[in-house]
């Protein structure tokens, strides 16, 4: 029987990761119906959790449901970062200098983020349908209509908006034909939760550049340390195998900048990696997602969701340039880079105006604030 057109769902969400999680959250609690569907059993596995940092822009969207005061619970607070080269201390940045409420990093796995925010929505009385796999979107006019696979049922569901935060291999951009433009950095990176022997300093980052180009450590709240290298198995390099106690889940992965060439089209629209995908330097992956979540959310509830491509599209541009020039950076093996680690840099972060803006980028203050919070 044909829902009525009180019981039409305001939203309909596919992907129940971070960015749609945070779409749902926004728009319940301010009295929008919708519906979250993800073919995975449940959510992200906690020790499995790619994504790691919180960035202060999120905590601030995230700060009037309630979210970000659990999130800070949860959380461990990066309030510093150590920079050296092959081992050798070179310099610090204090990223407290950036300012701003919360004027630190916040480490905490992605899979514990994502629970947070499941027992944010469910308090709103929306939970993620797991299980069920979007297949297909048609009519995105009035009444688009997603076609959800529920256990080999497939049901074609009514909504007044559909949004796709469906990743990288998104369903909804494809049935929108919207193009994915970009292409596949030359390089593999790796990446490795595990305890080290002798734990470095609570809340500090620990970034080394070598010989094979960059390995980051950074702190988890369980007192375990997530390594990031610029190329791969990082937990078996021989400057870094002797520093660690045990290993548990690692990856090795590679990196693409692309970028949806429209965020929306008719009633529908695309949010996260579904958007936008790009190096994982920075931290600004989940974030941006988030970022594009809330902002979405704010301008359905105004009634202006025709502005949010123009919103969120250059943000997304911006941040695709930023990180691929780190990532180039943080990738080459030149005795300029020697140099500028050895003297330039050094020298420069004695400074309090390049401390405050070397801070200020690591806090993503970039990041357009949101209209709607003062």
């Not at 992605?110 to 929306?126: D, N, S």
């Not at 997603?146 to 369903?171: K, T, W, Y």
């Amino acid at each position: 029987m044909p829902l009525s057109t009180s019981e039409i769902p305001d939203c309909l969400i596919a992907g129940a990761g971070p960015t749609g999680l945070t779409l749902a959250l926004e728009l319940a609690r301010r009295g929008k119906t919708v519906r979250i569907f993800d073919r995975s059993p449940g959510p992200r596995p906690v020790e499995q959790s790619r994504a790691l940092g919180i960035l202060p822009p999120s905590l601030v969207l995230l700060e009037p449901s309630g979210v970000t005061t659990r999130l800070l619970e949860a959380g461990l607070t990066i309030k510093e970062a150590r920079v050296s080269r092959d081992a050798l201390p070179r310099f610090a940045i204090e990223i407290a200098k950036g300012g701003g409420k919360f004027p630190f990093l916040l480490s905490l796995p992605q899979g514990q983020t994502e629970r947070i925010l499941i027992a944010a929505l469910e308090e709103f009385g929306v939970e993620p349908e797991w299980n069920s796999e979007v297949s297909g979107l048609t009519d995105v006019g009035e009444r688009p209509l997603l076609s959800v696979n529920q256990g080999g049922d497939v049901e074609e569901i009514p909504g007044r908006f559909v949004a796709g935060c469906d990743g990288v291999h998104s369903v909804v951009r494809e049935k929108l034909g919207i193009a994915f433009e970009g292409d596949r950095f030359p390089a593999t990176f790796s990446l490795a939760d595990v305890v080290l022997k002798q734990p470095d300093p609570k809340g500090v980052a620990m970034v080394n550049a070598i010989a094979e180009g960059v390995v980051a450590r950074l702190p988890l709240p369980d007192g375990s340390v997530r390594l990031i290298g610029s190329f791969p198995d990082v937990e078996q390099h021989p400057d870094v195998a002797p520093l660690i106690g045990s290993t548990g889940w690692k990856s090795d992965f590679s990196i693409t900048f692309r970028h949806a060439v429209k965020l929306q089209k008719g009633r529908a629209f695309l949010a996260g990696d579904a958007a936008h995908v790009h190096s994982p330097v920075g931290g600004r992956g989940m974030n941006t997602g988030i970022g594009d979540a809330a902002w979405l959310a704010w301008l359905i509830c105004e009634a202006r969701q025709e502005e949010y491509e123009d919103y969120r599209l250059p943000v997304a541009r911006m941040i695709i340039s930023q990180t691929r020039a780190m990532t180039k950076i943080i990738s080459r093996r030149t005795a300029l880079r020697r140099f500028a680690l050895d003297h330039i840099l050094p020298l420069a972060m004695k400074f309090s105006f390049v401390q405050r803006r070397a801070a200020a980028q690591m806090l993503a203050h970039d990041m357009p604030h949101p209209d709607w919070i003062d």
